[in-house]
């Protein structure tokens, strides 16, 4: 059972237009939300968070937008850059089970 | 610079043989994850360790195991048990396990191939 789930295996955007990357969820008790960036032969790295009493977390380029009543998230990144073509995940977890659950990944492709 | 060394990068290894992984961490965190990623799939945890002397195992823990005898250190090693072991192995330490907020710093991967 896939509590949290990235059903785009990749996507393609055009350099410096916005990037929306999805990720929904099962689990309503989930606290916190992440994502995580990994670019090939290295580990993921940290990029933003979100928690459940808020709506949306914004960082620079990179705002992620929680809507819990449809159990889904998102992550927008504005302007897209070439060197933001890696491999996207989502990632959940409670503050009563610290475990993140991991969504597959989405590949992103910035096109020059 | 404070981070995670994971070695070696790329691993062979025949059928029936046992194969350590080491994972080294200078960031003083607490707690070391280990994990195991496969084409298509999110991250599954193997085992995970919140103190020195003590690990827990995560959802696929069979066919693999582990040691923290300090700090820094949380080697993992693939058994012959471990009926499908080639995949790709990230080590991962956060400051604690006591939120679901903790950050995973993650290491840079090795790459197991069972010949």
């Known amino acids: 059972d896939q509590q949290v789930k990235q059903n785009s295996p990749s996507l393609s955007v055009q350099e410096g237009r916005i990037s929306i990357l999805n990720c929904d969820y099962t689990n309503s008790m989930f606290d916190y939300f992440l994502w995580y960036k990994k670019y090939p032969a290295e580990g993921p790295t940290f990029l933003i968070s979100?928690?459940?009493i808020k709506d949306k977390n914004e960082d620079g380029r990179f705002t992620v937008f929680l809507n819990k009543s449809a159990k889904h998230l998102s992550l927008h990144i504005v302007p897209s850059q070439p060197g933001d073509s890696a491999v996207y995940f989502c990632a959940a977890a409670m503050d009563s089970n610290y475990q993140l659950i991991w969504g597959a990944g989405t590949k992103l492709i910035i096109k020059p | 610079d404070g981070g995670i060394t994971q070695s070696p990068k790329y691993l062979f290894r025949k059928e029936g043989q046992n194969v350590t992984l080491s994972c080294e961490q200078n960031l003083n965190h607490d707690a070391m994850y280990w994990y195991r990623q496969d084409p298509g799939q999110g991250l599954r945890l193997i085992y995970y360790s919140q103190i020195v002397n003590d690990f827990q195992k995560g959802d696929i823990a069979e066919g693999y195991s582990v040691s923290r005898e300090k700090k820094e250190s949380f080697p993992l090693t693939v058994t012959s048990a471990q009926k499908n072991p080639t995949a790709f192995y990230l080590c991962?330490?956060?400051?604690?396990?006591?939120?679901?907020?903790?950050?995973?710093?993650f290491g840079a991967g090795s790459r197991l191939t069972v010949l």
């Open positions: 979100i928690s459940s």
């Open positions: 991962a330490s956060s400051v604690n396990t006591f939120s679901g907020a903790n950050v995973l710093t």
